[in-house]
């Protein structure tokens, strides 16, 4: 069974920094890319930050330059460490990763860890 845990949500001050973990068990986790998504309330989850197999990375605008996506193979371990955190980056941060068989595509999700930055 895919599991994906979240940690290192917390409330900081506008200009401050956070690094969330996301913690991978049940799949081959360097066979896999990993996601990080947000949801704020009364908007859509949207995708923040992309890492492939292979390293490449892809962010949303208004977070380039501020956050990194990284992860650590041995560790099954994603990350995603934020900086000049601005009021707009409040939200439930989830980890996210797929698995793809012949067949189908099954996502799997993280249960989320809040962010909340204080202006």
């Known amino acids: 069974q895919v599991q994906l845990v979240e940690s290192g949500g917390g409330l900081v001050p506008a200009g401050g920094s956070l690094n969330v973990s996301c913690v991978a068990s049940?799949?081959?986790?360097?066979?896999?890319?990993m996601d990080w998504y947000r949801q704020a309330p009364g908007k859509q989850r949207e995708l923040v930050a992309t890492?492939?197999?292979?390293?490449?990375?892809n962010y949303v605008d208004s977070v380039k330059g501020r956050f990194t996506i990284s992860r650590d193979n041995a560790k099954n371990t994603v990350y995603l460490q934020m900086n000049s955190l601005k009021p707009e980056d409040t939200a439930v941060y989830y980890c996210?990763?797929?698995?793809?068989?012949?067949?189908?595509?099954?996502?799997?999700w993280g249960q989320g860890t809040q962010v909340t930055v204080s202006s």
């Open positions: 049940g799949i081959i986790f360097a066979g896999n890319a």
């Open positions: 890492l492939t197999v292979t390293g490449n990375t």
């Open positions: 996210h990763t797929y698995v793809l068989t012949a067949r189908r595509r099954d996502d799997y």
